[in-house]
């Protein structure tokens, strides 16, 4: 049974440019969530997808962007990035949206951004 | 709004020793705790999670925390370590209700050594 996977494993792009990260979450699970995580800091939750919605968000500019698809997968978009942006990119999921259901999380996405 | 204080950033312990890793968070509503580790190049797995009941909380390999809420701490323990237990450790709650938003201490990291 494969896990969270996530593409590509690492990206490096220019300031200004837009990047893509595309999540597939473990089989059975309807609810994808991201997350942002700083060299030398935890987690930070961007938002999560339910039902192709964007259901909750946490506190991150509109260039942050979302999509989940009919087979549960999902998209994070980043438009005009910064430098600030360079970070690992986690991507998890879980079986339902309620609060004691277990997050599975990816192995993530490194981005840099120069 | 919810927040964790993971106070050590670093914590060395020889081999077989005991270890206590600290979390102390803080919240004005019910919440859930958990505990996950990150291996270098890995994403987050979890050890173990604080929904209700008992508050002794048992994990895997070993680990377990005790949910103390008159002191809003959840201190992560394991009575003897390995070499392999080298790694990044994340505190994290998540409101009871809703949507499981998490938020990530800052993160421990465990240096075994023989």
């Known amino acids: 049974d494969a896990g969270v996977t996530q593409s590509p494993t690492h990206l490096i792009k220019t300031r200004g440019q837009q990047v893509t990260l595309r999540c597939s979450p473990k089989?059975?699970?309807?609810?994808v969530s991201w997350y942002q995580q700083a060299l030398g800091q935890g987690p930070q939750f961007i938002f999560q997808?339910?039902?192709?919605?964007?259901?909750q968000r946490g506190n991150f500019p509109d260039r942050f962007s979302g999509h989940q698809f009919p087979n549960y997968s999902s998209e994070l978009n980043v438009n005009a990035l910064l430098l600030g942006d360079s970070a690992l990119y986690l991507c998890?999921?879980?079986?339902?949206?309620?609060?004691?259901?277990?997050?599975?999380f990816g192995p993530g996405t490194r981005l840099t951004v120069t | 709004a919810q927040s964790v204080t993971q106070l050590d950033s670093q914590v060395p312990v020889f081999e077989e020793a005991p270890v206590e890793l600290r979390c102390n968070y803080s919240s004005s509503v019910s919440v859930y705790l958990f505990w996950y580790v990150q291996y270098p190049n890995q994403g987050l797995q979890l050890l173990l999670k604080y929904l209700s009941g008992s508050t002794l909380v048992k994990g895997i390999n070993g680990f377990e925390a005790e949910f103390n809420k008159s002191q809003t701490s959840f201190h992560l323990r394991k009575p003897s370590v390995h070499i392999s237990d080298t790694a990044e450790y994340f505190c994290a709650v998540s409101m009871n209700t809703g949507f499981q938003k998490l938020v990530f201490g800052t993160g421990t990291r465990l240096l075994v050594s023989p």
């Open positions: 997808y339910y039902e192709e919605e964007e259901r």
């Open positions: 089989s059975g699970h309807d609810t």
């Open positions: 998890a999921s879980s079986r339902g949206q309620g609060a004691s259901y277990e997050q599975y």
